[in-house]
């Protein structure tokens, strides 16, 4: 029992990674636009946040500097598909490609680098339930994080009128333009949050998840992420519940490998990414059910004067 604790929690760890880089994700696609550089730039937040902690001690500085790092990056992305109506989907690669390289070479002098002793979080009283209490109870606050912003993100993009706006403008830019709404400063501000949490979750595993700096150490996350909006159908609960189905995938190659089952480990370690192929093969069946549920405009470019 105590082994499926520790996968439980661990489930919930790896999960808390892909929930908030999917979250900031679909905060882009729902203003219609399409960030493909995800896995850059969750590399580049790592590294600001692993040479920020490791100079200053402070894990929330360490945060800070990820997701400033996803910010400004992002914001690069937003004006050159934004303003420039450069193509979404080769910028987004490019800077998926720039943020390996970049972060590469920022990291050399971090390889070897260790940070201060790990701090170690418990709710009192929940935390000592035996069981249930190191699964559920002892985790760090951005696991509970990431479900307090799925709450939040619910509420405001079904409860808000500034959500509303958010959704008009990833339906229909041109009948939001028509009200008088800023379209394009509206998406950029989209692109700039959803880039910030992409920071957010780079960061979290190079500080906390780790914790430690390896050169392409995000491996594959990014993508992953970028496919639960998908699999998701663009729903931010449904985000949270495939982020931890994900996160139990790739945790189940190490509980598998604790009690001697004896498959190879390359077989294990492609589990995450094998169930990604199947899940996305298994949703593009029903190109209509995705249709409905994905915004009108999503990947289109905007033109004010057209």
Same mark, same amino acid.
């Given at each position: 029992m105590e082994s499926y604790a520790?996968?439980? &929690?661990? #489930?919930?760890?790896?999960?808390t990674v892909l929930a908030i880089a999917a979250l900031g994700l679909l905060i882009n696609e729902k203003a219609g636009i399409v960030n493909l550089g995800a896995e850059g730039l969750m590399l580049? +937040? *790592?590294? =600001? $946040?692993?040479? #920020?902690v490791s100079h200053t001690g402070s894990d929330w500085l360490g945060f800070a500097a990820g997701m400033g790092a996803g910010a400004v990056l992002a914001a690069l992305f937003g004006v050159l598909v934004i303003w420039l109506n450069t193509n979404q989907y080769a910028t987004g690669l490019a800077l998926s490609l720039f943020g390996v390289g970049f972060s590469a070479f920022a990291g050399i002098? !971090?390889?070897?680098?260790?940070?201060?002793?790990?701090?170690?979080?418990? /709710?009192?009283?929940? &935390?000592? /339930?035996?069981?249930? $209490?190191?699964?559920?109870?002892?985790?760090? @606050?951005?696991? !509970?994080g990431a479900i307090a912003l799925m709450l939040g993100l619910s509420w405001f993009l079904y409860r808000s009128r500034a959500g509303l706006v958010l959704r008009s403008?990833?339906?229909?830019?041109?009948?939001?333009?028509?009200? $008088? !709404?800023?379209?394009?400063?509206?998406r950029?501000?989209? %692109? %700039?949050?959803?880039? =910030?949490?992409?920071?957010?979750a780079g960061a979290?595993?190079?500080?906390? !998840?780790? @914790?430690?700096?390896?050169?392409?150490?995000? +491996? $594959?996350? &990014?993508?992953?992420?970028? *496919?639960? #909006?998908?699999? +998701?159908?663009w729903r931010p609960a449904r985000v949270l519940l495939g982020a931890y189905l994900f996160g139990g995938v790739t945790m189940l190659q190490f509980h598998l490998q604790g009690v001697g089952v004896n498959v190879p480990s390359q077989i294990l370690s492609m589990l995450p990414y094998l169930a990604t192929v199947v899940v996305l093969a298994l949703i593009s069946r029903n190109p209509v059910w995705i249709r409905v549920n994905m915004p009108a405009s999503l990947g289109k470019p905007f033109y004010p004067g057209a």
């Open positions: 520790l996968l439980l &929690g661990a #489930t919930l760890n790896a999960g580049c +937040a *790592a590294i =600001a $946040g692993f040479a #920020t002098n !971090y390889v070897q680098a260790k940070l201060p002793e790990r701090p170690q979080f418990s /709710i009192p009283l929940l &935390g000592d /339930i035996p069981l249930l $209490g190191q699964a559920l109870f002892r985790q760090h @606050p951005l696991v !509970y403008v990833g339906e229909s830019p041109e009948s939001a333009h028509a009200l $008088g !709404y800023p379209v394009r400063r509206i950029l501000g989209a %692109v %700039v949050v959803g880039g =910030a949490l992409c920071g957010l979290f595993i190079s500080i906390s !998840y780790t @914790p430690l700096w390896v050169e392409g150490m995000v +491996a $594959g996350r &990014g993508w992953i992420a970028l *496919a639960l #909006t998908t699999f +998701a159908t």
